[in-house]
């Protein structure tokens, strides 16, 4: 089995031989050269669209580790942004190279599209709230009467546009996607998403784990074919419930940053800049669930 870095938990990088272009709340991105860039995924966690100031150890690891992971299995359904550059044809310094080792990913450069594509499975979350208020979920009616973390009859398709840097996504129909990117890649988006989802869900419950719902992002490369970008099916982008604690009618434990949500939802805080720090017991947990996410879904480590 594969394990993680010794290194220490990296909150920033900084590579000197690339120019940063993009820091988000999670990834660094890096350009290349005219074709690819290099994205870097922290230890870096928000909450409530806050960058919170501690680092969870080993996070960044597991994020690329499990996004590498379905990036190979997927290939069937749809090509990805991966490409065959490896970091230490990129990065020759061995010193610069040695924090991003297992963290960093070299892609292809291509243009994103401004659409989350959002699959849900289950009532949860914010569709939960919409069920409750409107008997449907973005617009999509469902049947009465069904529970909170009820398996849907078929995943749906929620689509939500990308919003500019400070804003909040904003969900929207398949006709908004359509007027976004035109009808062959809104149609090309939800199909991919919705095989995803069901190929991922299938192989995530024979290991005990239910995907409640995910949400993907697609690029356009120089021919104008669709591609996945981004992360994929990680617990930062997912809901991942283990099996034997699931039940209907409750919200269950989860494999990602609920954790720290719940955490933070006990504490006095507005959820506005800065973010209190958090206790190391928490960042332990926090860490442990990401890494048995990744063992489970993966069988590494």
Not at 248 to 265: A, T, W
Request: charged fraction near 25%; include cysteine.
């Amino acid at each position: 089995m594969e394990q993680f870095s010794q290194s220490a938990p990296l909150f920033e990088s900084r590579i000197r031989s690339l120019r940063k272009i993009h820091q988000g709340k999670v990834r660094d991105i890096y350009d290349v050269d005219a074709d690819h860039l290099l994205i870097v995924t922290t230890d870096r966690l928000s909450a409530f669209d806050v960058v919170l100031p501690d680092p969870i150890p080993y996070k960044g690891e597991v994020l690329t580790r499990i996004s590498q992971f379905w990036f190979d299995k997927t290939r069937h359904i749809i090509a990805n942004h991966v490409s065959g550059v490896r970091l230490e044809d990129v990065i020759a310094d061995p010193r610069e190279r040695a924090p991003l080792v297992g963290r960093a990913m070299v892609v292809q450069k291509l243009s994103a599209l401004p659409v989350e594509a959002v699959v849900r499975g289950y009532l949860i979350g914010s569709g939960y709230k919409d069920y409750k208020l409107n008997g449907s979920i973005c617009g999509i009616a469902l049947p009465p009467g069904l529970q909170m973390a009820e398996r849907l009859p078929e995943p749906l398709f929620t689509p939500a546009y990308k919003a500019p840097a400070g804003q909040h996504d904003e969900n929207i129909d398949f006709d908004a996607v359509v007027n976004l990117v035109g009808s062959e890649h809104a149609s090309g988006i939800r199909r991919a998403a919705l095989e995803l989802y069901r190929f991922a869900a299938e192989h995530a419950r024979a290991r005990n784990i239910i995907i409640a719902d995910t949400k993907f992002e697609f690029g356009i490369d120089k021919a104008g074919d669709l591609l996945l970008i981004d992360e994929a099916l990680t617990p930062d982008s997912s809901r991942f419930w283990p099996m034997a604690s699931y039940k209907p009618g409750i919200s269950p434990p989860s494999f990602d940053k609920q954790f720290i949500r719940d955490y933070l939802e006990s504490l006095h805080w507005n959820k506005k800049p800065p973010a209190p720090h958090l206790p190391p017991d928490i960042l332990a947990r926090t860490s442990d669930n990401y890494r048995e996410a990744l063992r489970l879904l993966t069988a590494q480590v």
